[in-house]
């Protein structure tokens, strides 16, 4: 992937990925409805383009998981978005439950028409197999426990850690087949990289957290700017004369203003100077957990 903004290069297929996927395309022959499972905060991001191609013309419903994490207003603007491109999206919180309910009914609803073509045939009891894909780290098992009213699936502590594939009875109609989080080979730009780099579903082991957190604190600063003020006990009138200085360049800026978000958090280091990977982390995982405030990365452009 060619490098155009002097960013970290990221880049991620491991090759139990490539074979993940060649499963899924034979898994999906047996399959009713596929339930692709999205990142509310990073919608586009997160859904990965091989999909649209497994997927083809099966019955499809988009689910944007960790939307209490997520602007609600954005999450509006999504859901009418997915809707005017023919998808039902539902809005869910898998770790409160949130929005289960509203799924399950879903996925009877959009088959409704084919169960009652099967009773006529005298196919009665036919279950609806449904399978739900999602990139790592958008909280498929979460989901799935909460789906399944059960705590059984083992969720790993890492992204793509899941375990293999299996099926799950939801209720008396409805069998669920999950299946590992699945990456593409190649990220079309660099800013989908790094929006799924603050998400947490790269593993940070191959990152530049300092690199990382100074995209996120710049995006933040000119989206959600009160947020920041607020959270790390910035003044706001006095970032902004920050931004705006023009006699720097804007990374030497947004670098003064993580320095000054170090030293209010603490980050401090021998000869008073700012541990810059301390207060990168704390920056990354603060946005990762919903601490910083509820903030969507992608726009509907």
């Given at each position: 992937m060619e490098n155009t903004k002097n960013t970290t290069n990221i880049n991620w297929y491991p090759g139990h990925m490539a074979k993940t996927k060649r499963e899924i395309?034979?898994?999906?022959?047996?399959?009713?409805?596929?339930?692709?499972?999205?990142?509310?905060?990073?919608?586009?991001?997160s859904q990965n383009p091989d999909f649209k191609n497994l997927i083809k013309d099966k019955k499809h419903i988009i689910v944007l998981n960790k939307s209490d994490?997520?602007?609600?207003?954005?999450?509006?603007?999504?859901?009418?978005?997915?809707?005017?491109?023919?998808?039902?999206?539902?809005?869910t919180d898998a770790n409160s439950g949130k929005g289960i309910e509203n799924l399950i009914k879903a996925i009877e609803k959009i088959m409704e028409e084919e169960q009652k073509e099967s009773i006529k045939k005298g196919r009665i009891g036919r279950k609806i197999r449904a399978i739900i894909l999602g990139i790592p780290n958008v909280g498929k098992s979460s989901l799935i426990n909460r789906i399944a009213k059960k705590s059984s699936a083992t969720v790993g502590n890492k992204p793509g850690v899941t375990r293999k594939k299996q099926w799950i009875r939801i209720n008396e109609k409805i069998e669920l087949l999950?299946?590992?989080?699945?990456?593409?080979?190649?990220?079309v730009n660099?800013?989908?990289?790094?929006?799924?780099?603050?998400?947490?579903?790269i593993k940070e082991e191959i990152l530049d957290k300092v690199e990382i957190a100074y995209h996120l604190t710049k995006f933040l600063l000119e989206n959600y700017i009160d947020l920041i003020c607020q959270r790390y006990k910035l003044n706001k009138e006095e970032i902004e004369n920050i931004m705006?200085?023009?006699?720097?360049?804007?990374?030497?800026?947004?670098?003064?203003i993580m320095l000054k978000i170090g030293k209010n958090r603490g980050c401090i280091i021998s000869g008073g100077n700012i541990d810059e990977e301390k207060t990168a982390r704390i920056i990354l995982d603060e946005f990762k957990n919903g601490v910083i405030g509820k903030i969507t990365i992608d726009t509907i452009k």
């Open positions: 395309t034979e898994d999906l022959k047996l399959i009713d409805v596929v339930i692709e499972l999205l990142d509310a905060r990073i919608p586009i991001s994490l997520a602007d609600e207003k954005a999450n509006q603007k999504w859901v009418e978005y997915f809707k005017s491109q023919g998808k039902e999206a539902i809005l999950d299946t590992p989080g699945v990456l593409w080979p190649k990220f660099q800013e989908t990289a790094l929006n799924l780099a603050y998400t947490g579903t705006q200085n023009k006699e720097k360049p804007e990374n030497e800026n947004i670098f003064e």
